[in-house]
């Protein structure tokens, strides 16, 4: 299986390296990174949307115009997982499956320019996202009209069987190869998931947004700037699990034996070391 490394969405908030660990200028740069699978027997795989077409031309109210100013998003058409697609040669229609690690507004983004698409998550998420009963954060981040068009869900809970690497596993999902995990790591919103891909050089797990800066993970004591810091304070629905989660992914991280490559969706560096077929430390 091909993995394509896909940034779909670019966010430059306020901060600099007190957010990204990295600028020299007031702003920071933020990616939403996807991955686009080539699968023998399913198709495409994506995971994660990023921001998509109909947010590009109409940023609202699809996004929060909170979120928008917060994150000063940069909306692009060329970014968009499905532009991404159609470049590498695809058609929107190739996409037969995405697995989401949740639904906030910069993972969901992009779902309805892949109509015909299986959309594999936890049930806690969709059912999370229905209910927007998290009050005024719930309300921003999750954003019906990104979703409510999607017409083919598969929602799983993670059974007591066999788990990957102590962590609870959903395995076999419809339609998807096996080498295509869903892992439970809930924190960051209720029903939150990594999403790990046994490729021929081993595992490669995306955690989504369960941590956001490279040093939180591949050292034994957590690194993180402060303006990230807060960002996660503000959106966690559950501190004590995502807390322990991201200890659980810091300890795999430092595991040699599991050799699974870690990375998230928002970290700019792990973005640009993966698309340049780099090694993550
Ligand atoms: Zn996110």
């Known amino acids: 299986m091909k993995i394509h490394h896909l940034?779909?969405?670019?966010?430059?908030?306020?901060?600099?390296?007190?957010?990204?660990?990295?600028?020299?200028?007031?702003?920071?740069?933020?990616?939403?990174?996807?991955?686009?699978?080539?699968?023998?027997?399913?198709?495409?795989?994506?995971i994660d949307t990023g921001y998509g077409m109909k947010d590009v031309r109409r940023p609202h109210p699809r996004t929060s115009r909170l979120m928008h100013g917060l994150l000063n998003i940069r909306f692009r058409e060329e970014e968009t997982?499905?532009?991404?697609?159609?470049?590498?040669?695809?058609?929107?229609r190739d996409v037969r499956h995405i697995?989401?690690?949740?639904?906030?507004?910069?993972?969901?983004?992009?779902?309805?320019?892949?109509?015909?698409?299986?959309?594999?998550?936890?049930?806690?998420?969709?059912?999370?996202a229905r209910r927007l009963d998290g009050g005024v954060a719930s309300r921003k981040r999750y954003r019906p009209m990104q979703f409510d068009a999607v017409r083919s869900w598969r929602e799983y809970e993670a059974s007591a069987g066999e788990g990957w690497f102590g962590f609870e596993a959903v395995?076999?999902?419809?339609?998807?190869?096996?080498?295509?995990?869903?892992?439970?790591?809930?924190?960051?919103?209720?029903?939150?998931?990594?999403?790990?891909?046994?490729?021929?050089?081993?595992?490669?797990l995306h955690a989504g947004d369960a941590y956001f800066?490279?040093?939180?993970?591949?050292?034994?004591?957590?690194?993180?700037?402060?303006?990230?810091?807060?960002?996660?304070?503000?959106?966690?629905?559950?501190?004590?699990?995502?807390?322990?989660?991201?200890?659980?992914?810091?300890?795999?991280?430092?595991?040699?034996?599991?050799g699974v490559r870690m990375i998230c969706a928002h970290d700019v560096v792990e973005y640009e070391r993966c698309a340049a077929g780099a090694p993550l430390v």
């Not at 997982?81 to 929107?92: D, H, K, N, S």
Request: with cysteine; net charge negative; hydrophobic share 35%.
């Open 99 to 128: 697995v989401l690690t949740h639904l906030d507004f910069d993972h969901a983004g992009g779902l309805e320019d892949f109509p015909e698409a299986q959309v594999h998550l936890t049930r806690a998420e969709l059912e999370a």
């Open 171 to 204: 395995r076999d999902m419809e339609g998807l190869p096996p080498e295509i995990l869903l892992i439970p790591l809930k924190g960051h919103t209720w029903g939150h998931a990594g999403v790990a891909v046994q490729g021929s050089d081993g595992w490669l």
């Open 7 to 46: 940034n779909c969405g670019t966010d430059c908030p306020f901060g600099g390296h007190l957010m990204d660990g990295r600028s020299k200028g007031p702003l920071a740069r933020l990616v939403c990174h996807c991955l686009l699978i080539e699968t023998p027997g399913s198709g495409l795989v994506l």
């Open 213 to 258: 800066h490279r040093d939180e993970v591949r050292r034994p004591e957590r690194r993180c700037t402060p303006g990230l810091r807060l960002y996660q304070n503000l959106m966690e629905v559950d501190r004590a699990s995502r807390l322990a989660n991201q200890q659980r992914l810091r300890d795999l991280s430092l595991d040699a034996s599991a």
């Open 81 to 92: 997982a499905l532009r991404q697609v159609e470049a590498l040669g695809y058609r929107a």
